[in-house]
């Protein structure tokens, strides 16, 4: 008879949205009038920006038409005209890559979960916690060690690395999610030195690269000299332009990133990759990718960056109803997502029980992304304005009457 992967007797039974998703229901079922704002999942709600919308649709006129049709791309890592709006797009921030350095795919999630298949499975991996839990059950699937370097209140939620610890793999996240911290140019730095003093590998999540207004905040690691011989970046489209139901996004691995095998060969991280891709993935579809490729065009960036200001306003809005209540968070600048600690040393499903009874607010359990998660709890900023402000006032008197 088969043999079960054990290892995912490792995981949690549900993944933390399948727990929210079952209290929701059942609260539903005991309040059936019950009004929810639910400001847990990152989800958008402001449609596709309209040019966008456009290019798609060309691209499916022309897959109706023989002479412009499209089978299979050849490569399965996206089509040029993709790859070199990616690459314009890169350099507009200050890094310097190359189209052939990209690979399309369809989100930042299925690439951060795929990645480790290129690797053997006695690597230490190295995740900050809190995290996204992706990082972590990917790895538990394969049976791999997994330490962690320590996010919490004390370094502002951005860990930093002990020169003490070894780790061959390291998953950072910066705009971080689920916490709102961001890495500044000097903390990637030191990154990267850990990276190479212990050969190891970082897989650098971007996903949210679009909500940094500050200057001063590298937009991607590859801004930073020396990435390009120590990392993997992944990005997504679904943040950045609403595609969270057309599924698109990007990993980046320079050329310059190799590892050594067995028999002591220089392997090219990318060739490796690519060879798994090609067995296992067939590429995004054209339609999608034509839409992709509007994002990165004068009129998309116009055009998606309203919605993002909208978002952002949203996180302003929080993070006011935060600051007045004296409430300590990070987030909400360059970041969606708000991170705040609970009332009254409440732990973290305890106040989502309490908001979800009380005033019918969703949101999600810092704990659910890790021991430094406990006490913590985190909204997003993707719901809509005036959802968004209610939310808020009714927060504020759920806060004040606790109080009293």
């Given at each position: 008879?088969?043999?079960?992967?054990?290892?995912?007797?490792?995981?949690?039974?549900?993944?933390?949205?399948?727990?929210?998703?079952?209290?929701?229901?059942?609260?539903?079922?005991?309040?059936?009038?019950?009004?929810?704002?639910?400001?847990?999942?990152?989800?958008?709600?402001?449609?596709?920006?309209?040019?966008?919308?456009?290019?798609?649709?060309?691209?499916?006129?022309?897959?109706?038409?023989?002479?412009?049709?499209?089978?299979?791309?050849?490569?399965?890592?996206?089509?040029?005209?993709?790859?070199?709006?990616?690459?314009?797009?890169?350099?507009?921030?200050?890094?310097?890559?190359?189209?052939?350095?990209?690979?399309?795919?369809?989100?930042?999630?299925?690439?951060?979960?795929?990645?480790?298949?290129?690797?053997?499975?006695?690597?230490?991996?190295?995740?900050?916690?809190?995290?996204?839990?992706?990082?972590?059950?990917?790895?538990?699937?394969?049976?791999?060690?997994?330490?962690?370097?320590?996010?919490?209140?004390?370094?502002?939620?951005?860990?930093?690395?002990?020169?003490?610890?070894?780790?061959?793999?390291?998953y950072l996240c910066s705009p971080n999610n689920p916490t709102?911290?961001?890495?500044?140019?000097?903390?990637?730095?030191?990154?990267?030195?850990?990276?190479?003093?212990?050969?190891?590998?970082?897989?650098?999540?971007?996903?949210?690269?679009?909500?940094?207004?500050?200057?001063?905040?590298?937009?991607?690691?590859?801004?930073?000299?020396?990435?390009?011989?120590?990392?993997?970046?992944?990005?997504?489209?679904?943040?950045?332009?609403?595609f969270t139901g057309m599924r698109c996004g990007y990993t980046?691995?320079?050329?310059?990133?190799?590892?050594?095998?067995?028999?002591?060969?220089?392997?090219?991280?990318?060739?490796?990759?690519?060879?798994?891709?090609?067995?296992?993935?067939?590429?995004?579809?054209?339609?999608?990718?034509?839409?992709?490729?509007?994002?990165?065009?004068?009129?998309?960036?116009?055009?998606?960056?309203?919605?993002?200001?909208?978002?952002?306003?949203?996180?302003?809005?929080?993070?006011?109803?935060?600051?007045?209540?004296?409430?300590?968070?990070?987030?909400?600048?360059?970041?969606?997502?708000?991170?705040?600690?609970?009332?009254?040393?409440?732990?973290?499903?305890?106040?989502?029980?309490?908001?979800?009874?009380?005033?019918?607010?969703?949101?999600?359990?810092?704990?659910?992304?890790?021991?430094?998660?406990?006490?913590?709890?985190?909204?997003?900023?993707?719901?809509?304005?005036?959802?968004?402000?209610?939310?808020?006032?009714?927060?504020?008197?759920?806060?004040?009457?606790?109080?009293?």
């Amino acid at each position: 008879m088969p043999k079960l992967n054990e290892n995912f007797l490792r995981l949690e039974k549900n993944y933390l949205f399948i727990n929210i998703a079952k209290k929701i229901n059942a609260f539903k079922q005991a309040n059936p009038d019950a009004d929810i704002i639910r400001m847990g999942i990152g989800d958008v709600t402001l449609p596709i920006a309209p040019v966008v919308i456009d290019a798609m649709k060309k691209g499916c006129d022309e897959m109706g038409v023989k002479e412009t049709f499209k089978g299979y791309e050849d490569s399965g890592a996206g089509y040029d005209f993709l790859k070199k709006a990616v690459s314009d797009y890169y350099k507009s921030f200050g890094a310097d890559i190359l189209p052939d350095e990209i690979r399309i795919n369809d989100g930042a999630k299925s690439d951060c979960g795929n990645i480790v298949d290129i690797f053997g499975d006695d690597n230490i991996i190295l995740v900050t916690d809190p995290a996204y839990p992706v990082y972590v059950d990917s790895n538990l699937m394969n049976g791999r060690k997994i330490i962690y370097a320590d996010s919490n209140e004390e370094n502002g939620f951005a860990a930093m690395p002990d020169y003490n610890v070894h780790a061959d793999i390291i998953y950072l996240c910066s705009p971080n999610n689920p916490t709102g911290s961001v890495y500044t140019r000097s903390q990637l730095e030191t990154w990267i030195d850990y990276a190479k003093k212990n050969n190891a590998v970082i897989i650098y999540d971007s996903a949210y690269e679009a909500f940094i207004t500050d200057s001063n905040i590298p937009r991607s690691i590859f801004c930073i000299e020396g990435a390009k011989e120590v990392a993997i970046e992944m990005c997504s489209l679904s943040k950045t332009a609403g595609f969270t139901g057309m599924r698109c996004g990007y990993t980046v691995i320079p050329d310059a990133l190799t590892v050594t095998a067995s028999d002591g060969t220089e392997v090219s991280v990318s060739q490796i990759w690519g060879r798994r891709q090609g067995s296992k993935f067939n590429g995004v579809s054209y339609p999608v990718q034509c839409a992709a490729a509007a994002v990165f065009t004068d009129e998309g960036m116009k055009q998606i960056h309203q919605n993002i200001a909208y978002y952002q306003e949203n996180a302003r809005i929080i993070s006011d109803t935060m600051n007045k209540l004296g409430i300590k968070f990070t987030g909400g600048i360059n970041s969606p997502y708000i991170w705040f600690k609970c009332s009254d040393n409440m732990g973290s499903w305890e106040f989502f029980d309490l908001m979800l009874e009380k005033i019918a607010v969703v949101g999600t359990p810092g704990a659910g992304f890790g021991k430094n998660g406990e006490g913590w709890f985190r909204l997003t900023a993707f719901g809509d304005r005036q959802r968004t402000v209610e939310a808020m006032e009714r927060f504020e008197s759920l806060v004040n009457s606790l109080k009293k």
